[in-house]
């Protein structure tokens, strides 16, 4: 396991002390506008429902005799497409841009889900629905994070019960590795011997991602180890490379911010100094880019945390996501404007 790059506790977040009540007053009217309009275009906008991600699909393999895995969200599907090879297809139930947290299954899932052999959903409450999605099935499954120790989540009204993103650790993402290999190998022994080698390659690929990112992080002042975004997804990551974290709401839920949250990450940002600030691609940047021109923080682009991206985007793998991830936040917190 890795070792912190300074001794400060990982789970930082905005504190709810005592904020002036005038500063409350004068400086969240526009951000919970914004989170207004956040939350009504997701309402209005476009659903998804597709079973099959396009480049997902495309990594598919076709190989007649297969193991048919269906996984919950993207991440886990592109570890199994990795470890599987040529002898899993594998689909996702949401599709890239999908928020996990929330979805609805539809009756195709469910039919799709029936006709596999095996589901792999990821476990530490990111899917509050998978329980009520399996009564009418009858498919066996298994549960990824098996193994892995939870961090808590320390706000609001999920403070206790784990984080779920805990892929945002490579350490933690070998877990998952070693998982999928042994369900994989579980159900179709014959291949279980190429599954292990597919999985000892891409656990090697894995590392030498998360010692580029340790080596890029060494070269960032600790000072500047400050990360500022919507959702408290990055709490792994954070205890990881040494990052102080704060967030406006704990998890995918914009009614946990609360005025005071908002107004303390606000103050945060300006008593600290912080240059940039981060949003995650399945929830609307608009409050924290209130927070951000309130505050004077320049909003530095949009992190992958609970979605890859289609084959056109900046994270159409995990190792992707993680690089991408880390390299926009090292540069968005390197320098001031």
Not at 84 to 106: D, K, R, Y
Request: hydrophobic content about 40%.
């Amino acid at each position: 396991m890795r070792t912190k790059l300074f001794g400060q506790p990982n789970n930082y977040s905005a504190t709810e002390g005592n904020v002036p009540k005038n500063r409350i007053k004068t400086t969240i009217l526009g951000v919970f506008a914004a989170m207004a309009a956040t939350i009504l275009s997701a309402c209005t906008g476009t659903s998804y429902q597709s079973t099959t991600p396009p480049d997902t699909a495309e990594r598919l393999s076709t190989t007649a005799d297969a193991l048919h895995v269906l996984t919950t969200f993207t991440v886990t599907a592109d570890m199994v497409a990795q470890v599987g090879g040529e002898h899993v297809v594998v689909q996702s139930l949401t599709p890239p841009g999908a928020e996990i947290h929330s979805w609805e299954p539809s009756p195709q899932d469910l039919a799709a889900a029936s006709q596999t052999d095996l589901i792999i959903r990821h476990g530490l409450g990111l899917e509050s629905w998978f329980t009520r999605f399996m009564d009418d099935l009858n498919v066996p499954f298994i549960t990824v994070t098996e193994g892995i120790d939870p961090m808590p989540i320390v706000h609001g009204e999920y403070a206790g019960a784990a984080n779920p993103h805990a892929w945002m650790s490579p350490d933690n993402a070998e877990v998952y590795v070693e998982n999928i290999t042994a369900a994989l190998s579980a159900y179709s022994p014959e291949h279980s011997a190429d599954f292990a080698a597919n999985a000892h390659q891409y656990v090697a690929r894995l590392r030498e991602v998360s010692r580029n990112i340790d080596s890029r992080m060494a070269e960032l002042p600790r000072a500047q180890r400050i990360l500022v975004t919507c959702e408290g997804a990055f709490s792994y990551l954070a205890r990881d490379l040494g990052l102080r974290e704060y967030y406006i709401w704990p998890v995918n839920a914009e009614r946990e911010a609360t005025p005071r949250r908002v107004a303390s990450v606000i103050d945060v940002l300006a008593a600290q100094d912080i240059p940039a600030v981060f949003c995650e691609s399945t929830v609307g940047e608009r409050p924290m880019r209130a927070i951000a021109e309130e505050s004077g923080a320049r909003f530095a682009g949009t992190l992958y945390v609970d979605s890859l991206t289609d084959s056109d985007g900046p994270a159409p793998t995990y190792l992707d996501l993680l690089t991408y991830n880390t390299d926009l936040i090292i540069e968005g917190l390197s320098a001031h404007e």
